[in-house]
């Protein structure tokens, strides 16, 4: 991280003659969330933006344009006159996967600029207690001798929480039937009662910790600190082509390069700090930065693999 918020400092410095204000930034910052306040989204934005904008030496106005999953948020930055001092606030969903389903208003490649991917929610594959099944590989074993008798939910359709059930089907040959909630909450729900048997989501979480869920897999890199028994999908064979909930800052296109990376730099510091680490862990986060050179391939890596599982699973929006 260290060398990645060093570059970010250099390319500023290469890039401050080509700036027209005397500095920046000149004026608070405004990030356009295009989610719900109260989501990881918005949480995850709150917490490392307010002591970025901190950092360097300003206030940021928080303003929340959700709907459309993201589009009407996206598109309402496009639009704006470029300021340099506008950002957005970005998913994996809202860059790497609605794309694939339907018509966007927006050009990842040439309407935003990447600044730094912040955090990725936790997740966990889990199941009802009623499933006979303590691992990945029993679970899997019972559902080819049970084809189409396990249904897992999800938040919605074509949600990352609905992919990673299909990645897990297509990966290990299995069949299960999808059930579309609205909302991870009523899915979670669902599962407790038993009304579905697994779940792919952040809110099973603590069900997990209170005994009410069994956890078979966990999903991200590496193993969540609170169950350090439970594997990751990956370490169980399955879940190979990855994939995360991230959430992170764009900036629309023609943003100056210097408020590109003097903004990435201050992101990174705020995100060494150990009460915004803790911050991040308290909502249901890691703290996972990229820099913008990073992020851009891993936009187009994700992009890339979450299209092929829409395709492959022949996934469309009614």
Same mark, same amino acid.
Request: proline share 7%.
């Given at each position: 991280?260290?060398?990645?918020?060093?570059?970010a400092?250099?390319?500023?410095?290469?890039?401050?003659?080509?700036?027209?204000?005397?500095?920046?930034p000149?004026k608070?910052?405004?990030?356009?969330i295009p989610y719900?306040?109260?989501?990881?989204?918005?949480?995850?934005?709150?917490?490392?933006?307010?002591?970025?904008?901190q950092?360097?030496?300003q206030?940021?106005?928080?303003?929340?344009?959700?709907?459309?999953?993201?589009?009407?948020?996206?598109?309402f930055v496009?639009?704006?006159?470029?300021?340099?001092?506008?950002?957005?606030t970005?998913?994996?969903a809202?860059?790497?996967?609605?794309?694939?389903?339907?018509?966007?208003?927006?050009?990842?490649?040439r309407?935003?600029?990447?600044?730094?991917?912040?955090?990725?929610?936790? *997740?966990?594959f889990?199941?009802h207690?009623?499933?006979?099944?303590?691992?990945?590989?029993e679970?899997?074993?019972?559902?080819?001798?049970?084809p189409?008798?396990l249904?897992?939910?999800?938040?919605?359709?074509?949600t990352?929480t609905?992919?990673?059930?299909?990645?897990?089907?297509?990966?290990? *040959?299995?069949?299960?039937?999808?059930?579309?909630?609205? *909302?991870?909450a009523?899915?979670?729900?669902a599962?407790?009662?038993?009304e579905?048997?697994?779940?792919?989501d952040?809110?099973?979480?603590p069900?997990i910790?209170?005994?009410?869920?069994?956890?078979?897999?966990?999903?991200?890199?590496?193993r969540?600190p609170?169950?350090?028994d439970?594997?990751?999908l990956?370490?169980t064979g399955?879940?190979?082509?990855s994939?995360?909930?991230?959430?992170?800052?764009?900036?629309?296109?023609?943003?100056?390069?210097?408020?590109?990376?003097?903004l990435?730099?201050a992101?990174?510091?705020?995100?060494?700090a150990?009460?915004i680490v803790q911050?991040?862990?308290? *909502?249901?986060?890691r703290?996972t930065?990229?820099d913008p050179?990073?992020?851009?391939?891993?936009?187009?890596t994700?992009?890339?693999m979450?299209g092929?599982?829409?395709?492959?699973?022949?996934?469309?929006?009614?």
């Open positions: 991280m260290r060398r990645r918020a060093f570059t400092s250099a390319l500023a410095s290469v890039a401050a003659p080509a700036f027209a204000q005397p500095q920046w000149s608070p910052l405004r990030l356009v719900p306040p109260g989501g990881p989204s918005d949480v995850s934005s709150r917490i490392v933006m307010e002591r970025a904008a950092l360097l030496g206030g940021v106005l928080f303003d929340n344009k959700a709907g459309a999953s993201g589009m009407i948020g996206a598109e496009k639009n704006q006159p470029v300021d340099h001092h506008t950002f957005l970005t998913t994996t809202m860059v790497c996967i609605t794309r694939h389903l339907q018509a966007i208003p927006f050009d990842p490649e309407d935003i600029v990447p600044v730094s991917r912040m955090t990725t929610s936790w *997740g966990a889990a199941v207690p009623s499933v006979p099944a303590n691992t990945v590989a679970f899997v074993g019972y559902a080819k001798a049970n189409g008798k249904n897992y939910g999800s938040a919605g359709l074509a990352i609905h992919l990673f059930g299909e990645m897990l089907c297509l990966e290990a *040959g299995i069949r299960m039937t999808h059930v579309p909630y609205r *909302g991870s009523p899915a979670t729900n599962l407790l009662a038993g579905i048997q697994a779940q792919f952040q809110t099973t979480l069900h910790k209170a005994g009410k869920l069994r956890a078979l897999a966990i999903l991200a890199e590496v969540h609170d169950f350090p439970v594997p990751t990956q370490e399955y879940g190979k082509e994939g995360d909930s991230w959430f992170g800052i764009l900036a629309p296109a023609g943003t100056s390069p210097e408020a590109i990376a003097r990435d730099k992101i990174a510091d705020a995100l060494r150990p009460d911050k991040v862990h308290n *909502g249901g986060m703290v930065y990229l050179t990073d992020f851009r391939a891993k936009i187009g994700e992009s890339a979450f092929n599982i829409i395709r492959k699973g022949g996934i469309k929006l009614p």
